[in-house]
C-alpha cells in the first residue's frame, strides 16, 4: 500500500525545493510547482491563465469538456486485488483489471506528470466528524481543483495541518490510455484500487467522474462502519424532520431537494447511520438544461462567483448563460458550494429520516405521478431502482431508456445490491418505522416519450409537498390493479386526473398494453435478485 504523508511546508527554508506535500511518497518526481488547497479566486485565476475556460457573466467559471461530456461507464475498472477480490460483486459495471496492469498504467501516469505542475486539493468526505473520512484530490488542471474545492467537504487552516488522507484520487486528463498496453477500453479510464486506496482518472476532463469514483470508494469503505451509503438527496424542514430523495441523474434529487421552505443537507450523496444521516460532499452538482429562474431559484441563485459550469453554452458578445442550448449536450452541470443555497443545513447532518422518496422517470409514461408504498413494496422498488436513462448523463445517451438500476446506483455499487438492500431494511424498521416511502414518478404521462409529456415540475413539488407535510395522511388510497402501489385519491393543488395515469392516454387498452409491459421488465429483472425473500418478490407488479 502506498504510505501517504504530508510535509510540513512550514520547516522548509527559503533555499530549499518547492514543497511537494508528499507526493513523492506516491512515487512522483522531477515536479513543476506543487499547488495545495488554492482559495477560489487565485484557483480562478490560474484556470483562466492556463487557458482553461472562461468567466461568464454571473461570473461562474465555465468549462467545455470535450469528448466526454457525461460519465463513462465502459472505461471504470475496479483492480482485482487479493484482499477485495471475494468481496467485489463482479458484473458488467464492476470490471476487473488485473494488478500487473494496474501498476503498468500507474508508471505511465508518473512518467507523464513529470515537470507539469499539480494542484492538491486536501479534504473530507462525511459531514459526521465520527465517520469522516481523508480525501486528497491530486489534478492537472486548476478547474478541476475548483471542482473539488467546491464539490467536498473543506478543512479549516487547524484541521488541514493535520489533514491524512484516507484514500487517494488523481485526475490527469490529458494523459491517454491504450487499450492494448493497459487492457481497457479506450483512451480513457477510471481505475479504483481499493487496497491502495487510490483512485487513477484519465483522458476524460468531465469532472463528474472525480465525484463519483469518490462515491464509489464511500460505497465501499462506509458499509465497514455500518454506515449505509446512500445516491439520494437529503432536507429538513424546520422542525427537524428529515426526508429523502433517492434518484439517478436526472431524476430531480438536486431540484426537488432545493426546497425554499425546507433547509438543504445535501443533494446527492448521504451515509445513514446508528445516529441519523449526514451528508458526503459539502457541494452540490446540478444539471442546468433548460434551468429557469422561476421554477429553480435556488440553483439559478447559486451559480455565481466561485461556480463552476461544464459545457453550458455562452453568449459570444454577453457571456450570458444559455441553459436551454443543448448542442453540446444534455447534461450540462453546475458545480458549487452547498451554502451558495440559502437556508442549508451546516454541517449537513440530520435525523432518522421520517420520509423517503424514490424518484423515477417513467419514459414509459404508465407509472403515477406519486404513490405510497408498503415496507415491502419499499424493498422491492428499491432493489430494482427502475428509472430511464436521460440524455447526457452517460455516454451515447440521447433519448431516454429504461433501465434498472439497484439502490437507484449500481454504477457506484462494489458490493452486491442485497448488502445495501439489506442495510435499508434494517434502518426502515429499526430508526423510524413510522416513515413513510413515496414512489415519484418525473417522467412522463399521457403516453410514453416521443407521445406524453413531461410531468410538470410544478406538479411533482405539489405533491412531494403533500407528502412531506402529512397532507396525504389524510387522503384515500387504492392499489393499482397492476403495480399493486397505493395510487391517492387526491393531491392538494393538483389535478385529480393525472394521478391515475390511465385518465390520461388517449386510448386506455394501449395504456394497459404499456403498463403491462413494464410490469413484466420489472418481473423479469428482480429474477435475478435470487435471494429475495419470497414475500418481498410478491410485492411487486402483476404483469398478467
Not at 339 to 361: D, K, Q, S
Request: glycine share 8%.
Amino acid at each position: 500500500m502506498f504510505q501517504q504523508t504530508l510535509e510540513d511546508p512550514a520547516a522548509r527554508t527559503e533555499l530549499s525545493a518547492p514543497p511537494t506535500y508528499g507526493l513523492e511518497n506516491l512515487g512522483f518526481k522531477n515536479l513543476g510547482r506543487v499547488y495545495r488547497n488554492l482559495c477560489v479566486p487565485e484557483l480562478i485565476e490560474r484556470a483562466l491563465k492556463n487557458g482553461e475556460g472562461k468567466l461568464a457573466a454571473n461570473g461562474a467559471f465555465c468549462v467545455n469538456t470535450g469528448k466526454y461530456t457525461g460519465r463513462s461507464p465502459e472505461d471504470k475498472f475496479i483492480v482485482d486485488e487479493p484482499g477485495v477480490h471475494g468481496e467485489v460483486h463482479w458484473n458488467q459495471v464492476n470490471v476487473p483489471l488485473p494488478v500487473a496492469n494496474f501498476d503498468l498504467l500507474y508508471k505511465r501516469l508518473l512518467a507523464y506528470i513529470q515537470g507539469r505542475d499539480l494542484y492538491i486539493f486536501d479534504g473530507f468526505v462525511g459531514a459526521d466528524p465520527k465517520y469522516r473520512m481523508g480525501v486528497r484530490i491530486i489534478n492537472q488542471l486548476a478547474s478541476q481543483n475548483l471542482f473539488a474545492h467546491q464539490l467536498f467537504l473543506r478543512p479549516n487552516s487547524e484541521e488541514l495541518a493535520q489533514h491524512h488522507p484516507d484514500f487517494t484520487v488523481i485526475a490527469v486528463p490529458g494523459l491517454q490510455g491504450d487499450p492494448e498496453i493497459d487492457g481497457i477500453h479506450s483512451e480513457a479510464f477510471i481505475v479504483v484500487s481499493f487496497e491502495k486506496r487510490l483512485v487513477l482518472i484519465g483522458g476524460s476532463y468531465y469532472s463528474g467522474e472525480i465525484k463519483k469514483s469518490v462515491f464509489s470508494c464511500m460505497n465501499y469503505f462506509m458499509t465497514k462502519q455500518n454506515v449505509l451509503p446512500m445516491h439520494c438527496a437529503a432536507n429538513m424542514d424546520r422542525h427537524g424532520n428529515t426526508a429523502l430523495f433517492f434518484g439517478l441523474s436526472g431524476t430531480g434529487k438536486t431540484t426537488l431537494s432545493a426546497d425554499p421552505s425546507r433547509r438543504l443537507i445535501g443533494d446527492d450523496e448521504h451515509g445513514w447511520s446508528e445516529d441519523g444521516i449526514f451528508n458526503f460532499e459539502g457541494g452540490c452538482y446540478a444539471k442546468t438544461i433548460r434551468l429557469s429562474r422561476q421554477q429553480e431559484p435556488e440553483i439559478w441563485q447559486a451559480i455565481r462567483f466561485g461556480a463552476m459550469l461544464e459545457n453550458v453554452v455562452l453568449d459570444k458578445q454577453t457571456r450570458i448563460p444559455d441553459y436551454d442550448d443543448a448542442h453540446l449536450t444534455e447534461n450540462t452541470r453546475a458545480a458549487y458550494p452547498v451554502e451558495f443555497i440559502p437556508n442549508c443545513v451546516v454541517p449537513g447532518i440530520g435525523g432518522h429520516p421520517n420520509a423517503v422518496i424514490f424518484l423515477t422517470a417513467d419514459a414509459f409514461g404508465v407509472l403515477p405521478p406519486i404513490a405510497k408504498l408498503t415496507n415491502r413494496q419499499a424493498m422491492y422498488h428499491f432493489m430494482s431502482g427502475y428509472t430511464s436513462k436521460l440524455a447526457g448523463t452517460e455516454r451515447g445517451i440521447r433519448e431516454p431508456q429504461a433501465t434498472f438500476s439497484a439502490c437507484f446506483g449500481k454504477p457506484f455499487l462494489p458490493l452486491a445490491a442485497t448488502v445495501y438492500a439489506e442495510m435499508l431494511s434494517q434502518r426502515l424498521m429499526h430508526h423510524n418505522a413510522a416513515a413513510n416511502v413515496y414512489l415519484v414518478n418525473t417522467g412522463w404521462t399521457g403516453g410514453p416519450y416521443g407521445v406524453g409529456k413531461r410531468i410538470p415540475i410544478r406538479d411533482t413539488r405539489a405533491m412531494v409537498w403533500a407528502a412531506l407535510n402529512g397532507e396525504l395522511d389524510r387522503v384515500t388510497f387504492h392499489p393499482h390493479p397492476i403495480f399493486k402501489i397505493l395510487v391517492p385519491e387526491s393531491v392538494p393543488g393538483v389535478d385529480s386526473k393525472i394521478l391515475n395515469p390511465r385518465n390520461t392516454w388517449n386510448d386506455p387498452a394501449a395504456y394497459d398494453a404499456q403498463a403491462k409491459l413494464l410490469a413484466r421488465r420489472f418481473v423479469n429483472n428482480f429474477q435475478r435478485f435470487t435471494t429475495a425473500k419470497p414475500e418481498i418478490i410478491e410485492a411487486g407488479p402483476n404483469p398478467n
